[in-house]
């Protein structure tokens, strides 16, 4: 077999044994004939840190929260999310509504910085990089209202057992406020930007296809999802925090075209209106936010107690920028640990679809076609790529692969 | 498609299964201010039911969504359950569905599910390296996740003697070996 040729010239780095939340680098094994991609193979493991393992065997389940902040660097909201309401479930514990709201202004501030980080990489990625620097200036604001909320710009540490660490105060709402309007003024600019530019159709229509059947088949979740036109949003689907109070519905490419064909182009339409479903809901909560506490017990020392005598098992489920997280829980009485802890990110259903979804292209679409799916890695570091007619292998760098990238774009603008 | 409710499915279960359903239960919890009620459910079969189980939810769902198997190491036995849900697209009908089956440590096999679900190849890849549950009939043996210089027989998520000796351990620097 195929995959038997290019395992020899794969290389693999051999870190910790334990638990996979797929994050960070990845390989993929491409071959090739002549430019056309025939089959793809992936591996992956290489940031294999053990978390799981951690969670079952080091820390008590206050600490694992933090543990599970550090899954990922861009969804630190939501793998604590679906923690959270895996272990409340689990324990018969009910967070108070008010912390439900801020749990999802926080997520969806989240969703807001992720697809705009997306949208600067997928520039990039083609080589239109004025609209990157542009994508990641507009970012900023986000980011600085992230941190005038949460406190921090990056690891937010905002959710707890039970309830949420900070509360926005009435005093708060102006300054949100002004980001949001911000965000609603710039929307037909990006629009315009993202969806007429004659460059991006180019680079994106038609490009790294993923059918409706194929995507429900392969279990494609999220934006990707979405974009093959599976109406699949947990925030639409399952009522978890104050998403059951909304009237959220799932976005698909149709709404704006018309059709839907899966492709690259319709997975920035889907993240775009995405970003302004997130501002519509940041302002719902904030007009319909109740008041009262926002943690259901705030004596650190009485949750652990409860949670190390609780015995039972719950199940977590949000919506990440990048689709479904699940996670699932199970607590033994006298066990100072989880007994069971499982994780699943959504790259981890989503990385299954990306042999359907480059196979028959060409190698420069690679960096656009995988990045579409905004998959939760540093970057795809290497790729062994065998021609099949010169049995020839070799190990492309990113950097010559983005190359040819640009190389195309520049074709195609002649 | 037609939407049933959580007790119509169990029944729904029971009549497709007869006695091949050991347990099955209802988990309802009301959420935020408008007590909207998050439900899912928990199904437990025996394993020789666990295939027809598998296809009776395809027959609740044209494609129903497995979201992972979670495995636990209970002593004599693993337990799986296959984390699926059923009715998304549906505002706040989505029903989670958890397939608990109980696989004895002596007989350590479950069938597989990919001819049924395409994608559920990558999660049975990792309980089979990760639990050393047997997956018969899957299509990749390799492994998932684990490096491939990882010693054979050894199983990260074991509790028993197979689970990773402590000198694969690393201790960090000044902390003393457990």
């Known amino acids: 077999m195929i995959q038997e040729e290019t395992k020899k010239a794969t290389y693999t780095i051999p870190v910790g044994p334990i638990h996979p939340a797929l994050k960070e680098p990845i390989r993929l094994a491409l071959t090739v004939d002549g430019e056309e991609i025939v089959d793809v193979d992936i591996f992956a493991g290489q940031v294999h840190r053990g978390i799981e393992w951690l969670g079952m065997n080091r820390n008590n389940p206050i600490q694992t929260m933090y543990l599970a902040e550090r899954i990922c660097g861009i969804c630190n909201i939501c793998h604590p999310f679906a923690y959270a309401l895996a272990v409340e479930q689990a324990a018969g514990i009910t967070p108070p509504p008010r912390a439900d709201y801020i749990r999802t202004i926080a997520a969806e501030m989240e969703r807001i910085h992720s697809h705009l980080l997306w949208a600067g990489v997928a520039a990039h990625e083609i080589g239109f990089d004025t609209i990157f620097y542009l994508a990641w200036r507009v970012r900023e604001e986000i980011m600085d209202l992230i941190e005038y909320v949460t406190g921090n710009r990056v690891t937010k540490a905002i959710f707890q057992i039970g309830g949420v660490r900070r509360d926005i105060t009435e005093e708060q709402f102006p300054r949100i406020r002004q980001s949001l309007d911000y965000y609603k003024s710039l929307f037909d600019q990006l629009k315009k930007v993202f969806l007429d530019d004659k460059t991006i159709q180019m680079r994106t229509r038609n490009v790294g296809i993923l059918k409706t059947e194929d995507a429900l088949k392969l279990l494609t979740c999220g934006p990707s999802g979405r974009a093959s036109g599976v109406p699949k949003d947990v925030r639409q689907d399952q009522p978890y925090a104050a998403y059951a109070d909304l009237n959220i519905k799932a976005m698909t490419p149709d709404m704006v075209t018309g059709t839907v064909v899966g492709d690259v182009y319709d997975r920035i339409i889907v993240r775009l209106l995405e970003v302004k479903q997130s501002i519509e809901i940041i302002e719902q909560c904030l007009e319909e936010m109740p008041p009262g506490p926002i943690l259901a017990q705030p004596k650190t020392a009485v949750l652990l107690k409860a949670l190390t005598q609780a015995e039972g098992e719950g199940v977590g489920r949000a919506e990440a920028p990048r689709g479904e997280v699940i996670h699932y829980v199970r607590l033994e009485a006298g066990q100072s640990t989880l007994a069971t802890w499982k994780v699943r990110a959504p790259t981890y259903v989503n990385l299954m679809s990306v042999p359907t979804i480059l196979k028959g292209m060409q190698i420069a679409d690679v960096p656009i076609a995988f990045a579409s799916l905004d998959p939760c890695m540093s970057c795809t570091n290497r790729m062994v790529i065998t021609d099949r007619v010169l049995g020839k292998k070799s190990i492309m760098s990113y950097a010559e692969m983005r190359h040819l990238s640009l190389k195309k774009t520049e074709k195609l603008r002649r | ?178």
């Open chain 2, 1 to 178: 498609m037609e939407l049933q409710t959580p007790e119509k499915i169990i029944d729904s279960f029971k009549t497709a299964l007869g006695d091949g359903v050991i347990n099955a239960k209802i988990y309802e919890r009301e959420v935020a201010v408008k007590k909207n009620k998050f439900r899912s459910l928990w199904v437990e079969v025996k394993k020789s039911a666990f295939r027809d189980a598998v296809e009776h939810i395809c027959h609740l769902q044209e494609y129903p969504h497995l979201a992972i198997i979670s495995s636990s190491d209970l002593g004599a036995e693993v337990e799986l359950i296959y984390h699926f849900t059923i009715y998304y697209g549906h505002h706040l009908e989505e029903l989670s569905l958890g397939l608990r089956v109980k696989v004895p440590k002596s007989d350590l096999k479950i069938p597989t599910i990919t001819d049924l679900i395409h994608g559920a190849v990558f999660t049975e890849r990792e309980i089979q390296e990760m639990m050393g549950v047997e997956v018969v009939g899957i299509p990749d043996k390799r492994r998932l996740f684990l490096p491939e210089d990882f010693p054979e027989g050894v199983y990260p998520w074991r509790k028993d003697e197979k689970g990773p000796p402590d000198d694969m351990l690393r201790v960090l620097p000044g902390r003393e070996q457990k």
